[in-house]
């Protein structure tokens, strides 16, 4: 029989993906995935956090990777990296923007253009300390997702909800994460 979709759509082996789809609905173990960001202060607002891998499936994959992170002069930094807000809020148009590019390679959807801006706002009395009537973080996100490429607006509505779905730092954000403190102290 002959396959007319290409192996690599938008630059995704699509036949990986779905091999490890695959996998994963065979045996859920191999889709259990561990991360883990060190941080270390290097002194005033700025810090360094590396990445020294995760884990699949109980398999250990190493990769190294440096991230660092500072505040503008206006909130007391040296303005040299971009701060925990702006990662924040890359991180989940990242994290989106591979389900986009996913979903529409295994739909076979060729794009021409994606670009997702997200922003909102933080009053700084909370994180100061000044009110505890106000959040220290943000109460809401705005987002926009501009796509372009050869598929019906349907499909592309589909693709919205998909991702809206599955996408993990979506879920991080738009749901309560139980966070687990432990302080070691000397």
């Given at each position: 029989m002959?396959d ?7 630059g995704?082996?699509?036949?990986d993906?779905?091999?490890l789809?695959?996998a ?24 360094r ?12 994959i ?12 206006e ?9 925990p807000?702006?990662?924040?809020l890359?991180?989940?148009n990242?994290?989106m ?13 060729r ?8 922003e ?16 220290p ?5 705005s ?5 372009k ?16 779905a599955?996408?993990?730092?979506f ?6 994460v ?9």
């Amino acid at each position: 029989m002959f396959d007319s979709k290409p192996a690599v759509i938008n630059g995704v082996n699509v036949a990986d993906v779905e091999a490890l789809a695959g996998a994963v609905a065979a045996d859920p173990t191999k889709g259990v995935t561990r991360w883990k960001v060190s941080s270390k202060w290097q002194g005033g607002t700025h810090n360094r956090s590396t990445v020294d891998g995760f884990e699949i499936g109980g398999e250990k994959i190493r990769r190294s990777f440096a991230i660092d992170v500072d505040e503008p002069l206006e909130l007391g930094g040296t303005n040299k990296f971009a701060n925990p807000q702006e990662y924040l809020l890359a991180a989940l148009n990242s994290c989106m923007m591979v389900g986009y590019v996913a979903l529409c390679s295994l739909k076979g959807v060729r794009l021409d253009s994606l670009e997702i801006d997200v922003e909102g706002d933080i009053d700084l009395r909370g994180f100061l300390g000044i009110s505890d009537e106000v959040a220290p973080g943000y109460e809401s996100l705005s987002y926009t997702v501009r796509i372009k490429g050869d598929a019906s607006k349907e499909t592309f509505e589909e693709i919205h909800r998909l991702v809206k779905a599955t996408s993990p730092n979506f879920h991080n954000l738009s749901q309560a994460v139980q966070l687990k403190s432990t302080l070691k102290i000397g």
